[in-house]
């Protein structure tokens, strides 16, 4: 069984870098891809990006460009960067597991281990 | 950008069946993934590639798609299914989107 467990400080000041790590047990990091998604309070999952094992990545191009993500396969952990926060920045941050499914032209991705989830608050 | 469309709420009664829609102008082409959140928990995945059950979700959680639109539907709905449901798909610009959530609501 998967499971998918994210650490980083639950406070973060405006304006300053947040960092989050996730760290996979039960399975290999060496497949599939990995994501961060966020729930802000109140609104709906939106996803931040994934990163492949072999250090590809792909951010969502709605949100402005402050996220890196990377991958450390020796400590089974993907990490998340966001740089100047704000207060519109305060959300629970899931890391998941990202499936890719499909052929030809017909793809999907879906998550189906998720950590815990970890509550950001971006405040002075 | 591309947006899947979920009505903001739906009731049912313990028992009856609920169905949640979801909508986008490419999801006759696509496939579609259903999660269900409860309050302080992590999303669960319900359905995945439109009709599938991952393993030890009940038999009572189905998934259909029809045209441009999907539909979730909880049969013999119980208490412990109240819970807002996001559908989630594939986009060429945008890996995953996520719908805005129904919640509902077993009464």
């Known amino acids: 069984q998967v499971q998918l467990q994210e650490s980083g400080p639950g406070l973060v000041k405006p304006s300053e870098t947040l960092s989050l790590t996730c760290t996979v047990s039960?399975?290999?990091?060496?497949?599939?891809?990995w994501s961060w998604i966020r729930q802000p309070p109140g609104k709906g999952l939106e996803w931040i990006g994934y990163?492949?094992?072999?250090?590809?990545?792909n951010y969502n191009p709605s949100l402005k460009s402050r996220f890196t993500m990377s991958v450390d396969t020796s400590k089974s952990q993907f990490s998340l960067k966001l740089n100047s926060v704000t207060a519109a920045d305060t959300a629970v941050y899931y890391c998941?597991?990202?499936?890719?499914?499909?052929?030809?032209?017909?793809?999907?991705?879906?998550?189906?281990?998720w950590g815990q989830g970890t509550l950001v608050t971006v405040s002075s | 950008s591309y947006e899947l469309t979920q009505s903001p709420s739906v009731s049912v009664s313990p028992g009856q069946t609920a169905s949640i829609r979801c909508s986008g102008d490419k999801l006759g082409d696509e496939y579609v993934s259903w999660y269900q959140k409860k309050p302080g928990q992590s999303p669960l995945l319900v359905i995945y590639q439109n009709t599938k059950r991952p393993s030890g979700i009940p038999g009572r959680f189905s998934g259909s798609k029809s045209a441009n639109t999907a539909t979730l539907t909880i049969s013999g709905t119980q208490l412990m299914d109240e819970a807002d449901y996001f559908c989630q798909a594939y986009d060429s610009t945008i890996p995953v989107v996520f719908g805005g959530g129904t919640k509902l609501t077993v009464l």
């Open positions: 039960g399975g290999s990091i060496s497949s599939n891809y």
């Open positions: 990163i492949h094992y072999s250090g590809s990545t």
């Open positions: 998941a597991r990202q499936v890719l499914y499909g052929s030809g032209n017909f793809w999907t991705y879906y998550f189906d281990y």
